[in-house]
């Protein structure tokens, strides 16, 4: 069975922080990870997208990284902002059958970034 | 449009009534994508659409929840006589196509709250 887990479930940090954001799978055939941030009242919005042949992606000040052999992401903030204050979701897309198009989302991390 | 629009934004219904759920999809895109999203869960899928092709209904929770896309456009999700454990935040996304690597982008939700 594929499933997505995702610690913490919360975190309160103060602005300037750099902070790690943790991303498991139990199954080690995936085709893709994603990263998405939801907003109250707003649907998600994709961060980064790694391939199952990549490492890692970057975009600003985040960085996402992909460990297949331990089944683990990492979403990496920098010197995080008040305005990082969301939900962030990770996603997988398994590479079994026909389904890539499906994703598997964990439950989520809500930040919050106080000033 | 610019991005996937949802409506109602908002619902709440009684136990046991029929509900209607509407998303438009970005212009263009062939893939659509229902999701649910429970109080402190992650997002389950619920059914794809891709073009033409047979729908995959994989992920309706039961026969109360149904589904129509007329072409490439306007899709309707249905849920009936509803329940409590109905209550969920429905999201709906599309893409260019139905492959992993194209991004899915998100409406804002239709909050449903069966009394």
């Known amino acids: 069975k594929q499933e997505v887990t995702q610690i913490p479930a919360a975190l309160s940090v103060p602005e300037g922080e750099n902070l790690v954001l943790n991303c498991s799978f139990t199954d080690s055939a995936i085709y893709n990870l994603q990263w998405f941030r939801q907003d109250p009242g707003k649907g998600l919005t994709s961060l980064l997208l790694?391939?199952?042949?990549?490492r890692e992606q970057t975009s600003g000040r985040l960085n996402a990284s992909l460990d297949k052999s331990s089944g683990r992401s990492t979403l990496y903030i920098a010197a995080s902002q008040p305005g990082d204050s969301a939900t962030y979701l990770c996603?997988?897309?398994?590479?079994?059958?026909?389904?890539?198009?499906?994703?598997?989302f964990g439950r989520g991390t809500q930040l919050t970034v106080w000033p | 449009g610019a991005g996937v629009s949802q409506s109602p934004s908002n619902k709440v219904t009684e136990k046991g009534k029929d509900v209607e759920l509407r998303c438009d999809p970005i212009?263009?895109?062939?893939?659509l994508y229902w999701y649910r999203q429970r109080l402190g869960q992650g997002l389950e899928f619920l059914i794809y659409?891709?073009?033409?092709?047979?729908?995959?209904k994989s992920g309706l929770p039961s026969d109360r929840f149904s589904a129509e896309r007329t072409g490439e456009s306007v899709s309707t999700l249905t849920i009936q006589r509803t329940q409590q454990e109905d209550s969920a935040v429905y999201l709906c996304?599309?893409?260019?196509?139905?492959?992993?690597?194209?991004?899915?982008?998100f409406g804002p939700g239709t909050r449903l709250l069966v009394l």
């Open positions: 996603a997988v897309s398994f590479d079994r059958g026909s389904t890539l198009w499906r994703l598997y």
């Open positions: 212009s263009g895109h062939t893939a």
């Open positions: 659409f891709q073009g033409n092709s047979a729908p995959d």
């Open positions: 790694i391939q199952s042949s990549q």
């Open positions: 996304a599309s893409s260019s196509r139905g492959l992993a690597e194209k991004t899915q982008y």
